[in-house]
């Protein structure tokens, strides 16, 4: 029992440290494709990779079984939408300069789902976590009264759709791979579309005159996907609770990265409403550890 806690612990800081710091600085550097085409390589090498690994593990039974039912076709659309704007406005964080900005919406998403949890799925909401709930909402309140110019809605948006996408995910209840990737097949036939329009304009970076940075690009579906399979991996073997603590490994190490590394502008407005943050996440953590 100990040694698979340990090892569900350890895939799980892999994942996250793997989206917190990996992802980051590779997404970052070739950030300079621009932000669109961008995101169709990470859709479409997404796409290709669970492709090959529901054929590797023999998965496609499972695959067909979960799209005999409608609402999994229903709920797999919309989390595949969901799923899709976290991406795209996560990759436009990136290359825009405003990573600290993605940080927060990571770090006030585990909240949020406890609150959509409640709302829900009638999950209890103890004074502790109703509270951390409040001090999210006076955070973002201060950042929308002072702060209207640089209001970080890509963090609102990164975290609202990342907590959305974990409900419907949890409605639906199926293999977390499989479900990407039908949520990836439905994205596809957009990618594929997109990346035709961008080569027939001129505008791609991805040819096979330059195979190194077309091969360097095609990484984007194992950035992707690699993380994923490890924190999943891990909250089978140790659960949600530890793990909603070691995530946020992911939020501090980008916050980090923005600060320290690429020089991100963090106004004193900022300041204060990430310090509420921190408690809120602080209290949160406390009484989950102390719940688990």
Sequence with gaps: MK?????????????????????VIYFEYVSFIGHVELVVHRCLWTAVMLILTTTFFSKWKIFLKII????????????????FINWA???????????????????????????????????????????SIILVFISIFILIFFNLKSLPWVGLIVALSWAFYNLVRKKINIDTDIGLLIESLYILPFAIISF??????????FALSNPG????????????????????????????????????????????LGYFYY?????????V???????????YLKDLYETN
Aim: charged share 15%; net charge positive.
């Design 68 to 83: 005999e039912k409608k609402e999994n076709l229903i709920g797999l659309f919309i989390s595949g939408l969901l799923i």
């Design 263 to 271: 020089n991100e502008e963090f106004s004193f407005v900022k300041f």
């Design 196 to 205: 035709y329009i961008i080569t027939k304009n001129g505008f791609n970076d």
């Design 89 to 131: 406005v996560w990759i436009y964080a990136v290359a825009s300069d405003r990573i600290i900005d993605a940080s927060f919406g990571y770090f006030i998403m585990p909240i949020i789902s406890v609150l959509l949890g409640y709302i829900f799925f009638k999950e209890n909401l103890n004074k502790k976590r109703l509270f």
């Design 3 to 23: 040694k698979e806690f340990n090892k569900g612990l350890l895939l799980t800081s892999l994942g996250s440290f793997w989206w917190g710091f990996i992802g």
């Design 213 to 256: 940075l077309s091969l360097f690009l095609i990484l984007a579906g194992p950035m992707t996907v690699i993380p994923l399979f490890l924190y999943v991996r891990g909250v089978e073997l140790i659960g949600l609770g530890p793990t909603g603590m070691i995530f946020y490994i992911t939020p501090t190490l980008q916050f980090i």
């Design 273 to 283: 409403s990430f310090i509420i943050i921190w408690i809120a996440v602080i209290i």
